[in-house]
């Protein structure tokens, strides 16, 4: 009896000193990343957050996929303040254990700019920057630096050529950047909104994760912006225009990285396209195995209840003021033809629908659709028929009001119906070269690397964004300015070195469960070479 009373009692203690241990890592870690993010300017696009400590560091040493998401130079840039500067025994408590936070900027410069930002340990010495500017031979020159009266050093680094600010932003909150501009942006950045860029993750799921990723979605188009050559690029758009954040947890993989969390619909904000899918149910995503093998980026939408959603489509284009226009073009349509078009839709619409840019640039709509054949006369008598199975719509702006934005660049567009598909596209060519791949099955999960892909995709979602790294680069090097193609293009770490991506979204209370999702290219063991090939 008394040996289970001194057991149980050590069970006790135990439990306890684990508990205590647990909620006071949890409490700092918690605190410090809502504090730590309220002092990021609020244009920034995107935060990964991470711990500064070795076990993070060993996970990924050798591994090449955190990296090609920044590139070679600036990983490399990053590496060298890490080892030179913070890793010398007089600043390496300074931040040993802490959260790290780094940013990305759009900016008016060549190259995004990136901000860390972190907060010291409670008992280093900041002094010890003074103190390190007064050894020699440390490869760095360190001169003090001060920012709206706030206290900061600037680092030249000897083996950079090139000059690392970093200030004490608030508190015991430091920020850090190669960018004078943007750590000066950071030092007057005073967070006074009531609605926060970024939301940080629980303290519990966040104590958890190896490493996170948030999103802030309405600063995608300036990062669009400053990467393509036209402001009008049409690769996810409707993403761009989602007024809505992201907190997403990192899942480690050796050839793949996966964030997966949530996105945060921001209510105080006009709604999107994109909204319309919040309130509909996960729906199982088919319409991509007849996606052809050389699409370079897609998105697909799927809806559990097609009426409600178009009902849904009509209130978001009344609330736009598109209403007299629409009832105009409809009604026209009824008197011309004796169709009502928008009736005979909600009949014939099924689950899914997407619009697929291939390499080419030739861009197809694919709409399921319940019955094909009773759906041809509807179509035919809204076209002029070229032949028995193609027409041309005699109307403009169909598609867009018909299902939405993403159908805005089919004007007036050319049909074929294909088993039970509705296939538009802004040429007879573009039809034609969809129909042979239809018939002849040359299909995107025919081709060696997809299915490896595809088990990384949940099978059900609402809106899915694809891309095709090996089939977008031409259209990438037409679109992107020539610096960020050339980034792009020759880096041992980057972009290129990926096979695909894609970004879900699936509805979960009126908001979206997201995925994250970038493959590596299988590597030839043999040869050491990449064995992903193009597209015939």
């Not at 993403?406 to 070269?433: G, T």
């Not at 081709?447 to 490896?452: D, E, K, P, S, V």
Request: hydrophobic share 40%; aromatic share 12%.
């Amino acid at each position: 009896m008394k040996k289970l009373i001194l057991f149980t009692l050590i069970l006790v203690a135990a439990t306890g000193y684990i508990t205590i241990k647990y909620f006071k890592s949890l409490k700092s870690s918690g605190m410090h990343a809502g504090n730590i993010m309220r002092t990021i300017p609020d244009n920034a696009v995107a935060v990964f957050e991470f711990s500064n400590d070795k076990g993070f560091y060993d996970i990924f040493t050798g591994n090449t996929l955190l990296g090609s998401l920044i590139g070679e130079q600036k990983l490399s840039e990053l590496d060298t303040v890490r080892k030179t500067l913070f890793a010398t025994h007089l600043l390496q408590r300074l931040f040993d254990g802490s959260n790290i936070f780094i940013s990305l900027h759009s900016s008016n410069q060549p190259e995004t700019e990136l901000l860390l930002t972190a907060a010291a340990a409670k008992d280093a010495d900041i002094g010890a920057f003074d103190a390190l500017a007064k050894q020699k031979k440390t490869g760095m020159l360190i001169t003090p630096l001060t920012i709206d009266e706030k206290k900061g050093y600037t680092v030249f680094f000897a083996q950079l050529k090139k000059r690392f600010y970093i200030i004490n932003t608030d508190e015991n909150i430091y920020s850090a950047s190669f960018s004078k501009e943007l750590l000066t942006r950071a030092a007057l950045y005073k967070n006074d909104k009531e609605t926060e860029a970024f939301v940080p993750l629980p303290d519990q799921q966040n104590s958890n994760s190896l490493a996170n990723l948030y999103i802030n979605y309405s600063q995608l188009s300036s990062l669009f912006d400053q990467l393509f050559k036209t402001k009008n690029h049409d690769l996810f758009k409707s993403l761009r225009l989602l007024p809505a954040s992201a907190a997403l947890n990192l899942n480690y993989k050796a050839d793949a990285i996966m964030f997966n969390g949530y996105t945060n619909i921001q209510t105080d904000k006009p709604a999107s396209y994109l909204n319309l899918f919040t309130t509909q149910s996960p729906v199982l995503n088919n319409l991509k195995e007849i996606f052809p093998s050389t699409v370079a980026y897609s998105m697909d939408m799927a809806v559990s209840n097609p009426v409600k959603f178009l009902s849904d489509l009509a209130v978001f284009h009344d609330k736009a003021g598109l209403k007299p226009e629409k009832d105009t073009l409809f009604a026209r349509i009824k008197a011309e033809t004796g169709i009502a078009l928008r009736t005979e839709l909600n009949r014939a619409l099924g689950n899914e629908f997407a619009v697929v840019t291939t390499r080419y640039r030739e861009r197809i709509a694919l709409i399921a659709v319940k019955d094909g054949s009773k759906l041809r006369p509807v179509m035919a008598n809204i076209s002029t028929m070229v032949n028995d199975e193609t027409g041309e719509f005699n109307y403009n702006k169909l598609p867009y009001f018909l299902l939405g934005d993403a159908f805005n660049s089919f004007k007036r567009p050319y049909f074929r119906i294909i088993d039970n598909y509705l296939v538009l596209a802004n040429s007879i060519k573009e039809l034609d070269s969809y129909s042979d791949s239809y018939l002849n099955r040359k299909f995107l999960n025919k081709t060696g690397q997809y299915n490896r892909f595809d088990n990384l995709m949940g099978e059900r979602s609402n809106v899915t964004f694809f891309i095709n790294f090996k089939n977008a680069q031409p259209i990438l090097k037409n679109d992107l300015k020539d610096d960020f193609f050339n980034a792009y293009k020759s880096n041992k770490l980057s972009l290129e070195n990926f096979y695909a991506a894609s970004y879900q979204l699936t509805a979960t209370d009126n908001n979206f469960y997201t995925n994250f999702c970038m493959l590596q290219n299988m590597i030839d063991t043999t040869g050491g070479s990449k064995t992903s090939k193009s597209p015939q």
